[in-house]
């Protein structure tokens, strides 16, 4: 990426509208956020959610896990700020937000083997093939999921766009380092939170692709 338009668009990351105790907002380039200093004391776990939407997935996940802490990051301010409603109403303190773009800066700002999953929930598939390259799994992608998941840690991925989901499945062959244990993708996630657009696509009769990928504890065999 050009350097000019790298710094503007780092200079668009730091500024931000909302302003929160609860968000974590990136001082300076090259200093990664203290993820772990961020939450409670007594927090043992950390989950990161990209694209977090209006948040029910996390608030629910939250309500349940105490001693794990939950991270947003999601771009549109007004969810995060109904996320936050949500959040202040419950009393819950294991929520943090970041309103970054995490396709431009996310390696930069997290650390290495922090996260024991990641959450992705229906990525936008940009079905339109000149707009393909838009699409958050890529290959670079997976190989930063890879990075800041712990040894033993989960990637979750969902999409209701069956050639997204396929391309998905065929970048998830060409990465071994993440790999499956029991089926490359199923049509159902028992025991987890579904949100308020999962819902709707539900009702549509759409159907719904989950992949699950590990990190492997010691690397790939």
């Known amino acids: ?86 959040r202040k109403m419950l009393g819950l303190e294991n929520i943090r937000y970041m309103t970054v773009n995490f396709q431009w800066f996310f390696d930069e700002l997290l650390e290495k083997e922090i996260f024991d999953k990641i959450i992705i929930n229906f990525p936008d598939p940009w079905p339109k093939k000149k707009h393909r ?11 930063q999921i890879y990075t800041l998941l712990k040894p033993g840690g989960e990637l979750l991925f969902a999409t209701d766009y069956g050639p997204y989901a396929r391309k998905t499945i065929s970048l998830f062959r060409n990465f071994p380092n993440l790999i499956w244990t029991d089926k490359e993708y199923e049509f159902e996630r028992p025991d987890f939170p579904i949100s ?23 690397g790939v065999s």
């Open 133 to 143: 390259k838009n699409r958050l799994m890529q290959p670079h992608m997976l190989q």
């Open 1 to 86: 990426m050009n350097p000019e338009i790298q710094e503007k668009l780092w200079k668009f990351t730091t500024r931000t509208s909302y302003h929160s105790d609860y968000l974590l907002q990136p001082k300076e380039r090259g200093k990664k956020i203290d993820i772990k200093n961020s939450f409670p004391p007594a927090t043992t776990h950390f989950v990161l959610e990209l694209g977090s939407g209006w948040g029910e997935v996390a608030i629910e996940l939250a309500k349940n896990h105490h001693q794990t802490g939950y991270l947003l990051m999601e771009k549109k301010v007004n969810r995060i700020i109904h996320t936050e409603k949500q």
């Open 196 to 218: 308020f657009f999962e819902t709707e696509k539900r009702n549509e009769g759409k159907r719904i692709y989950y992949l699950k990928r590990i990190k492997p504890i010691g």
